[in-house]
């Protein structure tokens, strides 16, 4: 009976360190989240007039963030899980204004993703 339980004392421990893994975040941390979440979606989205303003607000939240020079920028952590399709958008980006707004949001965010 003893490794019956051993297996299910792992199991328990997986789901405590998943549990300590998950970060916690403030109301405020959670409307940058989700913000930036629905600024990411409008880039998804098929009207490219959108784009620039998008791209643009992205980028105000990035700059706006505050942080020591240690850590990533909170910001830049949403939008982590995002990169793969924001480069899927910079390749539809027609205006090249609006392209080269969207290629230095890439170049930082990148600059934080692990490889």
Excluded: W
């Excluded at 405020?28 to 989240?33: G, S």
């Amino acid at each position: 009976m003893a490794p019956s339980k051993v297996p299910d004392k792992k199991g328990d421990d997986k789901k405590d360190e998943k549990v300590i893994a998950e970060p916690e975040y403030t109301e405020e941390d959670l409307k940058l989240k989700e913000d930036l979440e629905m600024l990411v979606d409008r880039l998804r989205d098929s009207n490219t007039s959108l784009y620039g303003s998008a791209i643009d607000m992205i980028a105000t939240q990035i700059k706006s963030s505050t942080s020591t020079m240690t850590s990533v920028p909170k910001p830049l952590k949403f939008l982590r899980p995002h990169y793969p399709s924001l480069k899927e958008v910079y390749e539809k980006i027609i205006d090249s204004n609006v392209k080269t707004r969207c290629a230095d949001i890439l170049s930082v965010l990148a600059m934080t993703c692990s490889t």
